[in-house]
């Protein structure tokens, strides 16, 4: 994985990353994911980094801890990584989205055909 030095913290960015392991449905909900040890070795990092993510998508009710056992996806945890990602994109990334589009005087109708097209090719 490629960390973006001068973007968020790199413990974020991996928060990232797993988002969207649930997102994608790789890791389902009340399923066993990966330890801290192994996320670590995959990602290239420092297991306490790894660690640190876990924490975050703890506080944010997206994973939960068994000890002894491991980490699972919370019940719920895909619809909470959903919402949290929506606010997110609509925060951060929507609005330099938005300056393009007026710049290049695209309209969301503009949009629709190759969303069209990316949906169909993404199958």
């Given at each position: 994985m490629q960390f973006q030095h001068n973007g968020p913290a790199i413990y974020l960015q991996i928060a990232d990353y797993l988002l969207e392991k649930i997102l994608s449905g790789e890791w389902p909900e009340e399923e066993k994911i990966p330890s801290v040890r192994d996320t670590a070795l995959v990602l290239e990092v420092n297991p306490n980094t790894v660690m640190?993510?876990?924490?975050?998508?703890?506080?944010?009710?997206?994973?939960?801890?068994?000890?002894?056992?491991?980490?699972?996806?919370?019940?719920d945890g895909q619809k909470t990584?959903?919402?949290f990602r929506q606010q997110e994109f609509l925060a951060n990334e929507a609005p330099t989205l938005f300056r393009l589009m007026n710049m290049l005087q695209l309209t969301p109708a503009d949009l629709a055909k190759p969303f069209e097209t990316f949906l169909k090719n993404k199958k």
């Open positions: 640190r993510s876990y924490d975050w998508l703890k506080q944010q009710a997206i994973i939960i801890d068994k000890r002894g056992v491991g980490f699972f996806v919370c019940k990584a959903l919402k």
